[in-house]
């Protein structure tokens, strides 16, 4: 089992920047895949950024709503993934959520982290 435990959420104002950031609490699993996921009031959760690491190159993928706002970064070794979110808008404002994929679709999920952009 794995436990996903996210942090980095709050209130800000339009244009601001936030980190998120979600630690896999076992060290030992080689994590290649992370991602983030959010769910707006009364929307469908949606994929927000995902990372994969490979022998020597990380592959990354982004909703085009958050294209060159947000990067997304991991560090394998510390099982650890983060999200930058730069040039918030209002739009952006959900519960944000670490996910790790599984093959048998039985993905790990964080609590999530509330974020608002509000002014």
């Known amino acids: 089992q794995v436990q996903l435990v996210e942090s980095g959420g709050g209130l800000v104002q339009p244009g601001e920047s936030l980190t998120l950031s979600c630690i896999a609490s076992r060290s030992d699993l080689r994590i290649h895949t992370m991602a983030w996921y959010r769910q707006a009031p009364g929307k469908q959760r949606e994929l927000v950024a995902a990372?994969?690491?490979?022998?020597?190159?990380?592959?990354?993928d982004y909703a085009d709503s958050v294209k060159g706002r947000f990067t997304i970064s991991m560090d394998s070794a510390k099982s650890t993934v983060l999200l930058q979110m730069n040039n918030l808008k209002t739009e952006d404002t959900a519960v944000y959520y670490c996910n790790v994929p599984q093959p048998d679709g039985n993905d790990y999920w964080g609590q999530g982290t509330q974020v608002t952009v509000s002014s």
């Open positions: 990372i994969t690491s490979g022998v020597s190159i990380k592959y990354t």
